[in-house]
């Protein structure tokens, strides 16, 4: 059973910057496809960003494309997400999520793209 744990989520003014960790175990994390989700209140879990097993692809929502940047350590079972000019309507919490093999352009932030999620981190911006 793969096991996600989400850390990094923070209070943080507009303009800052954060780095979010997912660790992952219990699973082959060098050929999982792994992804960054998040949820505001009242809205629908979208996708954030996509990374295929070997760090090779990423694929980003246009909300955040020039801000955040996903990377992955497969030594250390890790994935990242660098998040910076960070505004208040980066507020949500943030998932983390992994699924065997790689995944399709058109359905990379598809939450049903996806096998395993951890429990979330939440990140708040004030502006």
């Known amino acids: 059973q793969v096991q996600l744990v989400e850390s990094g989520g923070d209070s943080v003014q507009a303009g800052g910057s954060l780095r979010l960790s997912c660790a992952a175990s219990?699973?082959?994390?060098?050929?999982?496809?792994m992804a960054w989700f998040r949820q505001a209140p009242g809205l629908e879990r979208e996708g954030v960003a996509s990374?295929?097993?070997?760090?090779?692809?990423?694929y980003y929502a246009d909300s955040v494309k020039g801000r955040f940047t996903v990377s992955r350590d497969n030594a250390k079972n890790q994935m990242y997400v660098q998040m910076n000019s960070l505004q208040p309507e980066d507020t949500a919490m943030y998932y983390c999520?992994?699924?065997?093999?790689?995944?399709?352009?058109?359905?990379?932030?598809?939450?049903?793209?996806?096998?395993?999620w951890g429990q979330g981190t939440q990140v708040t911006v004030s502006s």
């Open positions: 990374i295929s097993p070997r760090g090779s692809v990423t």
């Open positions: 219990g699973g082959t994390f060098s050929s999982s496809t």
């Open positions: 999520a992994a699924r065997s093999g790689i995944v399709f352009p058109a359905i990379w932030s598809r939450t049903s793209s996806y096998t395993y």
